[in-house]
């Protein structure tokens, strides 16, 4: 292991953040005083009703938007703004048409200062992980959804980030493809040892994928609550703890 990639370790600290938006001149609390502390190389999951702020959050440690009070720190260091340490990964991949999968997944590595050649290298790596080797010198319209959304998965690994953090990345997607990509992305995580923070309305996926999950509380004066996962992976969907858990935040939001 070289010095830099000893450096390299996506620990990510929440602290005090708060976000209100304004709405219709009156202020929506949409964050409230969340803190955590995120381990290198854990597997974080967020759940949470429709609007109880679960994009803004990510948004937030993204850097795409900014908090009204708190701090966010990657590896001891306030971040401001987006930084190549943390790759972001949204429903849709937004892929460039005119560019094959393999040219997709290189582009922007060039000005992060490799020579093409190199670029197109670590890209084939990438491309190769998420199984799509045999589609290279595909373009995007030939590409099924799940296959798009592997592409933006080796896009955002390609720059080799500490931090992926994902909005709903397969919330698109039919059911069968889901679970394999549920697979995939297990799989992926364990090879790459990167820091993930998942943002899902699907509590199976949470709980299959997750060390820990984030349950942000919807309206006023709910607290957030953080549900450890104590699973061995892979993990079994059908397995008796896994359906407890699962039974555990149906009850947690009123469902059962
Ligand atoms: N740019 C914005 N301006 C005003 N309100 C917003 C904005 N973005 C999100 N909101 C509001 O903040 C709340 C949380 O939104 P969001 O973070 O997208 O929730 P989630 O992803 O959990 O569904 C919602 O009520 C939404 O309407
Ligand atoms: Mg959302």
Redesign the pocket.
């Known amino acids: 292991m070289t010095s830099t990639q000893e450096a390299r370790r996506g620990e990510v600290s929440i602290r005090h953040l708060s976000k209100s938006?304004?709405?219709n001149g009156s202020a929506?609390q949409?964050?409230k005083d969340i803190s955590l502390h995120v381990r290198p190389g854990e597997s974080l999951a967020i759940v949470?009703?429709?609007?109880?702020?679960?994009?803004?959050?990510?948004?937030v440690l993204a850097g795409l938007?900014e908090a009204d009070a708190g701090t966010v720190l990657v590896d001891g260091k306030t971040v401001k703004g987006v930084g190549a340490e943390r790759a972001v990964i949204f429903q849709e991949p937004r892929l460039l048409p005119w560019l094959t999968v393999l040219d997709n997944v290189a582009f922007g590595l060039e000005t992060g200062g490799l020579s093409r050649e190199q670029a197109r290298s670590r890209a084939r790596h990438y491309v190769r992980l998420v199984g799509l080797q045999p589609f290279e010198t595909a373009y995007p319209r030939q590409l099924s959804g799940g296959m798009a959304q592997r592409v933006g998965i080796a896009r955002a690994l390609a720059v080799q980030p500490e931090i992926l953090l994902l909005?709903?990345p397969l919330g698109a997607l039919d059911a069968m493809t889901k679970i394999e990509m549920q697979q995939e992305l297990a799989r992926i995580w364990q090879e790459e040892d990167v820091t993930t923070i998942l943002?899902t309305?699907d509590l199976e996926e949470a709980i299959y994928l997750a060390d820990r999950i984030l349950i942000?509380p919807?309206g006023k004066g709910g607290e957030p609550r953080l549900i450890p996962i104590d699973l061995p992976r892979p993990r079994d969907r059908s397995s008796p703890e896994f359906v407890r858990h699962r039974e555990e935040l149906l009850k947690l939001f009123g469902l059962h």
């Not at 949470?48 to 948004?59: D, E, F, I, P, V």
């Open positions: 938006y304004s709405l929506l949409v964050l949470g009703a429709s609007g109880s702020g679960k994009t803004t959050l990510l948004r938007e909005d709903e943002v309305h942000l919807r």
